[in-house]
């Protein structure tokens, strides 16, 4: 069973090997079989990252777990109707979309201000949240290979594993002023290489 900070869990016992699949397996059997234990185990593994991401925009830890069963909700739908090739990608839009829902529904407007993290994030997340081409994201990651080793760790730990600055200092013993710098010129490069191949739009 799945716990999260406040008690939060996904009760429901998956039927037998079904933990044994992929993502992308398991994605199929829920588009086949409609069965919320599918779902449920498929979740169950990106629960605390999506439990993270909804803290860091609602800031608030009642919230963020009362938005982290609305999103699983969400995707009891959405998943059946939508063909998803890159699940945690997804599920990472899908749940920032919601929060960001939240907080504008909240503020009565279509802006809303973000910590400086998420600021750094937008351009990168625009491109793997293009989760409908697999050759774009196989190209992000032979672009993300290329760059120079401390701005691939740093982009790595920052993007992928949603790390902060200072969790990141803590892993490479880098300052946060070479981070900062490392993500930034990493995030520039990408986008340079990803356009080169054509593949940024």
């Not at 992308?24 to 593994?45: I, M, Q």
């Not at 760059?147 to 200072?166: D, M, T």
Request: proline share 3%; charged share 30%.
């Amino acid at each position: 069973m799945q716990i999260l900070p406040g008690g939060l869990s996904m009760r429901n016992k998956p039927s037998e090997n079904i933990d044994r699949l992929t993502d992308a397996e398991l994605v199929v059997l829920y588009r086949e079989s409609g069965g919320l234990d599918v779902l449920g185990e498929l979740y169950s593994r990106y629960m605390p990252l999506v439990y993270g991401l909804c803290l860091k925009y609602l800031r608030d830890k009642a919230r963020a777990e009362d938005a982290v069963m609305q999103v699983f909700e969400e995707l009891v739908a959405k998943l059946a109707r939508h063909d998803v090739r890159e699940f945690r990608t997804w599920l990472y839009s899908v749940a920032r979309n919601h929060c960001l829902g939240l907080i504008r529904k909240e503020k009565g407007t279509a802006t809303t201000q973000l910590d400086e993290n998420f600021m750094e994030s937008d351009p990168l997340l625009h491109l793997l949240d293009k989760k409908d081409d697999e050759l774009r994201l196989a190209r992000l990651e032979e672009c993300l290979e290329q760059l120079p080793e401390p701005q691939k760790i740093s982009v790595r730990l920052f993007f992928y594993e949603e790390r902060s600055y200072a969790d990141i200092c803590d892993t490479t013993s880098y300052n946060i002023k070479s981070v900062k710098s490392y993500i930034q010129n990493g995030k520039r490069n990408l986008k340079n290489c990803m356009e080169r191949h054509g593949a940024a739009k």
